[in-house]
Nanobody, 114 residues
């Protein structure tokens, strides 16, 4: 199983980005998926997650600004990020959990700066 994240980049405060993570294999529809982020010297934190049944949860600081979604037919998970703030700057990683195993993408850098 491989995960390929994309969509990061440089954006001004208040701007938007949409991250995508395309997965391989045949376990996507039965997997829980999520996006994590990490900055230097800090632990990786969960930003948003979505179960195979469609239940979503978010980090408090991104509620109302970020939205996670999934397309099971395309085996892809998305993270729509609006009203971005400088503190959202990080490397974002997609994650997939199935049968007690974790799968990770390679990370995509999001930089929020004027």
């Amino acid at each position: 199983v491989q995960l390929q994240a994309s969509g990061g980049g440089l954006v001004q405060p208040g701007g938007s980005l949409r991250l995508s993570c395309v997965t391989s294999g045949n376990i996507f529809s039965g997997s829980d998926v999520g996006w994590y982020r990490q900055t230097p010297g800090k632990q990786r934190e969960l930003v948003a997650a979505m179960t195979s049944g469609g239940v979503r949860k978010y980090l408090d600081s991104v509620k109302g600004r970020f939205s996670i979604s999934r397309d099971n037919a395309k085996k892809t998970v998305f993270l729509q990020m609006d009203s971005l703030k400088p503190e959202d700057t990080a490397v974002y990683y997609c994650n997939m959990q199935w049968a007690f195993r974790n799968y990770w993408g390679q990370g995509t850098l999001v930089t929020v700066s004027s």
